[in-house]
């Protein structure tokens, strides 16, 4: 359950990621509430998975899950680039919390 938690928290980060974007083109209250509530749940699930996992591990899954999230999502919405070095990075990233589920 607690690896489910981390993933769910991984989740909520790319979509706070997303919302930062949002908040910075539209400035309004509800592109606010979205950020601070991506947030506090990532943050609420993220703090439930560290009762179980080592917090190095979780806190690497969580910030993996969270960076190659929102950098794809980045090159799918908002025209990144989308070099192929770029790719290869995102998949070491996406590789090492693979690698960090199986050993752990």
Known sequence: MA??????AG????????SINKLHRDKN???LLIL?????????????AL?????????????????????????FFYDESRDWKRIAFILLIIFAVVGLKLIS
């Open 3 to 8: 690896w489910f938690s981390l993933v769910i």
């Open 11 to 18: 989740l909520f980060e790319v979509t706070g990621v997303l």
């Open 29 to 31: 209250i509800s592109s």
């Open 36 to 48: 601070l509530t991506s947030f506090g749940l990532s943050f609420l699930f993220l703090a439930y």
């Open 51 to 75: 009762q179980t996992l080592p917090m190095g591990t979780a806190y690497a899954v969580w910030t993996g899950i969270g960076a190659s999230g929102g950098a794809l999502l980045g090159m």
